[in-house]
């Protein structure tokens, strides 16, 4: 791991060992402000780097698919909760069982994780990305909604 001082040195010009010139092209860009520009823009990972238009839409798709599997998980876990009640209608929270508490702190679990990496998709400030986010949803609501119940609580941390 190299040191940022290093870092630093080498971008200054100073320091030129294992550097190839013309590498600056592939370097992840991070925004902090709202852009429309998609080269060398970087989705959560490193490895996860858009260079070209054909990049562009595949992770567009991509993050599309994502935010719809995010909703029908939602729809999954509401729809259990549903369950849980309607077969035990007078079942307090305290009386529901260990397996039953775990499975569903589990799945809570992984339903924040996955609205907590479809945020940092949208912290891109990428604009084509935050639409793919949000279509994903529009769609993902659309289909799987139809059987929300406001008996249960959507407790949920929805970051998108």
Known sequence: MESSTHRMEVSAGHD?????????DDMCSMNML??????????VFEWWHIKTLPGLILSCLAIFGLAYLYEYLKY?????????RVLLPNRSLTKINQKDKVSNSILYGLQVGFSFMLMLVFMTYNGWLMLAVLCGAIWGNYSW???????????????H
């Open 16 to 24: 030129h060992s294992g550097m190839h010139m013309g590498d600056e």
């Open 34 to 43: 709202f852009s429309w520009s998609y080269k060398n823009t970087c989705i």
């Open 76 to 84: 999954c876990i509401n729809k259990r909760q549903l369950s849980q």
């Open 145 to 159: 909604n139809a059987s929300y119940s406001p008996e249960i609580d959507d407790n949920s941390l929805a970051c």
